[in-house]
């Protein structure tokens, strides 16, 4: 049975500095992994998908990484800012379509 | 904006009572996923449909139904409601592709109190 962490499991820093959130998971076949952002009491939102054959992912101030052979990924945020703070969990793929979760990790960006 | 739109918002039950929630699925999209997520807690797997039918199932009762409908919206259907059905449910809907894997996208989720 998949069973994902997410360290640490709460963040609170400074706006301005360069985040790297950790997500570790016990099944290594897996497919691809998609990391999301949850603002409070809101949905869930996509922020990169890696795909099982790529290493990394890039979108703007955002760098994801995969190791499926340890079991890990890693989300790197940039230069942070306080529009950042929320809820970021990272879901590797079980099958195509099944998204097997972590409880996240809470960070809070001050000014 | 995903264009996944579930509905109601919030909604307040006793136990014992019967809901039904609703997701519109983002366009072109053919699979939709339910999710529920407790409070501090990571989104957990109900079930998906596939064209109209379950494609997979997680460790819930059967009191949890679902329905895919032709234009590929969903309802999931909660019977005997418990307490800790108390939760954040979450639509992903997303375009099944025979070859690796699709991007789920999510709505902003039904919030269902049982008292």
């Known amino acids: 049975k998949q069973e994902v962490t997410q360290i640490p499991a709460a963040l609170s820093v400074p706006e301005g500095e360069n985040l790297v959130l950790n997500c570790s998971f016990t099944?290594?076949?897996?497919?691809?992994l998609q990391w999301f952002r949850q603002d409070p009491g809101k949905g869930l939102t996509s922020l990169l998908l890696?795909?099982?054959?790529?290493r990394e992912q890039t979108s703007g101030r955002l760098n994801a990484s995969l190791d499926k052979s340890s079991g890990r990924s890693t989300l790197y945020i940039a230069a942070s800012q306080p529009g950042d703070s929320a809820t970021y969990l990272c879901?590797?793929?079980?099958?195509?379509?099944?998204?097997?979760f972590g409880t996240g990790t809470r960070l809070q960006v001050f000014p | 904006e995903t264009g996944v739109t579930q509905s109601p918002t919030h909604l307040i039950k006793t136990r014992g009572q019967q809901v039904t929630l609703r997701c519109s699925s983002q366009?072109?999209?053919?699979?939709v996923s339910w999710y529920q997520q407790a409070l501090g807690q990571g989104p957990q797997f109900i079930f998906q449909?596939?064209?109209?039918?379950?494609?997979g199932r997680g460790n819930f009762p059967p009191r949890f139904s679902g329905l895919q409908f032709p234009n590929y919206s969903s309802e999931l259907n909660v019977n005997a409601l418990e307490l800790d059905d108390s939760a954040l449910y979450l639509c992903?809907?997303?375009?099944?592709?025979?070859?690796?894997?699709?991007?789920?996208?999510f709505g902003a989720g039904t919030r269902l109190s049982v008292l």
């Open positions: 992903a809907s997303s375009l099944f592709k025979r070859e690796g894997t699709n991007i789920q996208y």
């Open positions: 099944d290594s076949a897996i497919y691809n």
């Open positions: 890696i795909q099982s054959s790529q």
């Open positions: 879901a590797p793929f079980e099958g195509t379509d099944k998204l097997i």
């Open positions: 366009s072109g999209h053919n699979t």
């Open positions: 449909y596939y064209r109209e039918e379950e494609n």
